[in-house]
Every structure is written in structure tokens, then in C-alpha cells.
């Protein structure tokens, strides 16, 4: 299959599996879910392997990936997201990587040197830092040798999802994604990033259930309760602001489960403006 111009693929890749999603940004191009693969990606090559599968599978048989842009999807299990306080008068890029390095280390425990780290940088204010397994990226570029296409970018979800729905967060709201049954959350104090908060949702969780977890994580987190709450991915339809709800607003910037979109497929196009 020929590219068209603007056309492009994305990758949505999990720990259970990976997807493949291909996008465009013109003649009415609807992103299409061409194929997907189940499976533990743990060993040395699942990562490699389970991308030829999908290039092979039979709605990809005329689409040879040489050639085309692809952007790849982590889900953010597969990596780690903090967020980091400038030092008092940073005035260099290294200031910023120590104290990021610093900070991985006492949430995670361990060193920075099996992680390849990237970052918002700002010495100003608080900035997300995110960290990709080497082995991870080395498998990545490994298969985009092997089928020719052209890596231009590998995100983690939660910050692909943050970018693509940057313009659209208002003044005192929060930001979160809803993927997995997991919601993440971008806890801000006025226009500074506080906090990146995880937790699962319970089966059967509620607007109840959702304000009482908001308003523990701002006292967790040292911040007041945000004027409203800006969601991504498959949130619950009932978490959407209703008449009577004096809180906080919710607004659900999309509803992909009406839409048929499984998990994976979802994973791979967060992100896409198409």
C-alpha cells in the first residue's frame, strides 16, 4: 500500500502485547486499527518478534512499513514518570539532569544508567521527567533497521496524551488519563506541575468515588482540590459533570469504548491528532 501524504503509523506498545494503528491528516483519513498481537514481551527479542507479527498479519499484507513514519506508544508501566524540582539557581541543562537523576533514584531505587532519561526541562518551576528502558529503545530501533521504517519518536502514554490535549487544559484544572483501569493524574498548583499520581480503579467506581480520590491525593500531594478535572482515554461516562455536582467539574475530552477501539489499539493512538 502506498503512503499518502500526511499518512503515518503508531505503535502501542504494553507489556501484554502491541498494536498497530495507521493515521493521517488528510483526505479523510480516519486512523484504522490494522492489526494486534497478545502476549508476554519480557524476553530478549518479544519486542522484535511481536512487531514482525504484526507487520505480517493479514490487514497489513499490502502495507510494507519501509519507509514510513512511526511513532511508538509506551504504556506507562513500561516506564517510569516523576516529576522534579528545579535546584535553587540551576542555570545549566546538567543542573537539571543531576537533580532528575537524584530524584529517580530516591523514588525508585535504583541508578539512571539502564534508562534513557528525557525530560520538560525547566528551571523555573517543576518539570516531568520520564525514563525508557535501554534494552526497550535498543529493541525498538533494532526492528526499525530490520523493516526499514523511520522511528520518529517513542513517548510514554500519559505524556503523549498530556501533549495532545495541552491547549485545551484550563486555569486550576487538573489533567488525567484513563487507560487499563488505571487512572493517572497531572496534579497542578496554579500553572506548576505538583505532582504524577497512579492509582487502579476499583470495579464499579463512581462520581463518589472519584471526588474522594481527588481530594486525597491533593492532601497527599500538599495542594488544594482542583476547580475541575480534564480526562482523557475511557473514563466512565458518569464521571462527567451533572447538575448538583458542586466539587469539581469533569470534563471527558473523549469516549473511545463507544467507538469499538480495543485497549491496545487505543494505547497506540493516544496522541494523534487524527
Known amino acids: 500500500m502506498r503512503r499518502r501524504f500526511g499518512q503515518s503509523l503508531r505503535i502501542g506498545l504494553a507489556a501484554h502485547g502491541v498494536a498497530l494503528v495507521r493515521t493521517g491528516r488528510m483526505f479523510g483519513g480516519e486512523p484504522l486499527a490494522l492489526a494486534e498481537r497478545h502476549g508476554e514481551l519480557s524476553a530478549p527479542d518479544g519486542i522484535v518478534n511481536a512487531l514482525g507479527a504484526v507487520f505480517a498479519a493479514p490487514l497489513t499484507d499490502e502495507l510494507a512499513p519501509a519507509g514510513w513514519p512511526v511513532t511508538v506508544v509506551l504504556a506507562d508501566d513500561l516506564v517510569r514518570l516523576w516529576q522534579v524540582p528545579p535546584p535553587p539557581g540551576a542555570s545549566r541543562l546538567g543542573d537539571l539532569e543531576a537533580a532528575a537523576a537524584l530524584r529517580f533514584q530516591h523514588l525508585f531505587g535504583g541508578a539512571l544508567a539502564d534508562w534513557r532519561l528525557s525530560a520538560d526541562w525547566d528551571a523555573a518551576r517543576p518539570f516531568l521527567a520520564a525514563a525508557v528502558p535501554a534494552s526497550l529503545l535498543a529493541q525498538l530501533e533494532t526492528a526499525a533497521r530490520s523493516h ?120 497506540a493512538r493516544t496522541g494523534s491528532t487524527a
Not at 498530556?162 to 491547549?167: G, L, S
Not at 491533593?218 to 462527567?240: F, K, T
Open 148 to 267: 526499514r521504517f523511520h522511528l520518529v519518536e517513542v513517548v510514554p502514554q500519559f505524556v503523549a496524551a498530556m501533549n495532545a490535549w495541552r491547549r485545551e487544559r484550563r486555569p486550576g484544572a487538573w489533567f488525567g488519563l484513563v487507560q487499563g483501569g488505571v487512572l493517572s493524574l497531572a496534579a497542578y498548583e496554579g500553572r506548576s506541575l505538583a505532582a504524577v499520581r497512579t492509582a487502579v480503579i476499583p470495579e464499579g467506581a463512581d462520581r463518589d468515588w472519584l471526588e474522594a480520590h481527588v481530594a486525597r491525593e491533593a492532601l497527599r500531594v500538599g495542594v488544594g482540590r482542583p476547580e475541575r478535572l480534564q480526562l482523557c482515554g475511557s473514563a466512565p461516562a458518569g464521571w462527567a459533570s451533572s447538575a448538583g455536582r458542586l466539587k469539581f467539574a469533569c470534563t471527558l475530552f473523549e469516549n473511545d469504548e463507544e467507538q469499538g477501539w480495543t485497549e491496545l489499539a487505543r494505547l
